[in-house]
């Protein structure tokens, strides 16, 4: 069975600084997506960025972006100029090509010191 | 484009009660999900519709729990009688795609907040 692991429960950057939340995946499949999610307090799950695992470049959206190293089972999410609003749970996610079910990250919440 | 919408958005009930959550997901949207996410833990998916037929429902306690999705457009999920570990958000998502297909956007509501005591 596909599992997702995030090892940092919590983590704390500076407005403005980089910040790396780490994510670990176990499958046996050799195609798949991995997702970032973001969580804020109202519960909403938001999509960051999203990975197609025969992709060999890794994802970027605006601020955020991913190393993917599908060798290591390793999805890293990077945010750059961190700002307030990014304060969130951050969950790691993965979904084989064979349906939209998605498995979940016990996740990471991300605090921004102003 | 209106979002998923849910309620009711809290609930508190004492155990052995039974509650009722309700999911509006984005029109035209085939694919339909229950979450349920407990504090502390990610999102474990409870049941999935493709239009009013269940997908997948092994993760979901079905001596308690029950979902329906009548007319392939809103859904409700039971629970009857509560247990004290059902306390837990429970989200609802949809998404556009008529079947499975990797990589789908899901867009989620913002849960309904059950407390059991």
């Known amino acids: 069975a596909q599992t997702v692991t995030q090892s940092q429960p919590e983590m704390s950057v500076q407005e403005a600084e980089t910040v790396t939340l780490s994510c670990t995946y176990d499958t046996s499949e050799s195609d798949y997506y991995l997702f970032w999610y973001k969580q804020p307090p109202s519960r909403q799950m938001i999509l960051v960025i999203r990975?197609?695992?025969?992709?060999?470049q890794n994802a970027t959206e605006n601020r955020f972006s991913v190393n993917f190293q599908k060798a290591a089972k390793s999805f890293s999410l990077k945010i750059s100029d961190s700002q307030l609003g990014d304060a969130a749970m951050y969950f790691c996610?993965?979904?084989?090509?064979?349906?939209?079910?998605?498995?979940f990250g016990k996740g990471t919440r991300l605090h921004i010191l102003p | 484009e209106a979002g998923v919408a849910q309620s009711p958005r809290y609930k508190i009930i004492e155990k052995r009660q039974s509650v009722a959550f309700w999911c509006n997901p984005i029109s035209g949207h085939a694919t339909l999900y229950w979450y349920q996410q407990i504090l502390g833990q990610g999102p474990k998916l409870l049941i999935q519709?493709?239009?009013?037929?269940?997908?997948?429902d092994s993760q979901l306690p079905k001596d308690r729990f029950s979902a329906e999705r009548l007319k392939g457009v809103d859904s409700t999920l039971k629970i009857q009688p509560a247990k004290l570990e059902d306390s837990a958000v429970y989200l609802c998502?949809?998404?556009?795609?008529?079947?499975?297909?990797?990589?789908?956007?899901?867009?989620f509501g913002e849960g309904s907040w059950l407390t059991v005591v």
């Open positions: 990975q197609e695992a025969y992709k060999q």
């Open positions: 998502a949809s998404s556009a795609m008529t079947a499975p297909s990797p990589g789908n956007t899901i867009y």
């Open positions: 519709f493709q239009n009013n037929g269940v997908v997948d």
């Open positions: 996610a993965y979904s084989d090509i064979r349906d939209d079910k998605i498995i």
